[in-house]
Nanobody, 123 residues
Framework: VQLQASGGGLVQTGESLRLSCAAYGSIFVVGAIGWYRQAPGKEREFVAGIRWSSSRNDYADSVKGRFTISRDNAKNTVYLQMNSLKPEDTAVYYC?????????????????WGQGTQVTVSS
């Protein structure tokens, strides 16, 4: 499975961005897609995740109510709509895929990672 993340950019506080994660290859092994982010000097942290077949999802407390994860199976793409962005959302955002037993916040439970896309929120 290859994952390609895109949609990052530079925005001001309160603005929005939509990230995309396109999956290619052996899609049948994908059970879930997760979005993570990593700010300079910090560990990679879970942001949001979605089950591929059921669309059940989960969010980190820090983004609940502001971010929405969705998927388009026809396009093999998962989206992360980010609204009301804050400077603390600044990070490189990665998407990752895993099987059906993905544990959202456990990095090692994911099998494949995309290359990351930079999100910068200015104050």
């Amino acid at each position: 499975v290859q994952l390609q993340a895109s949609g990052g950019g530079l925005v001001q506080t309160g603005e929005s961005l939509r990230l995309s994660c396109a999956a290619y290859g052996s899609i049948f092994v994908v059970g879930a897609i997760g979005w993570y982010r990593q700010a300079p000097g910090k560990e990679r942290e879970f942001v949001a995740g979605i089950r591929w077949s059921s669309s059940r999802n989960d969010y980190a407390d820090s983004v609940k109510g502001r971010f929405t994860i969705s998927r388009d199976n026809a396009k093999n793409t998962v989206y992360l709509q980010m609204n009301s962005l804050k400077p603390e959302d600044t990070a490189v955002y990665y998407c990752a895929s895993g099987g059906r037993r993905v544990s959202w916040s456990v990095v090692s439970s994911y099998d494949y990672w995309g290359q990351g896309t930079q999100v910068t929120v200015s104050s």
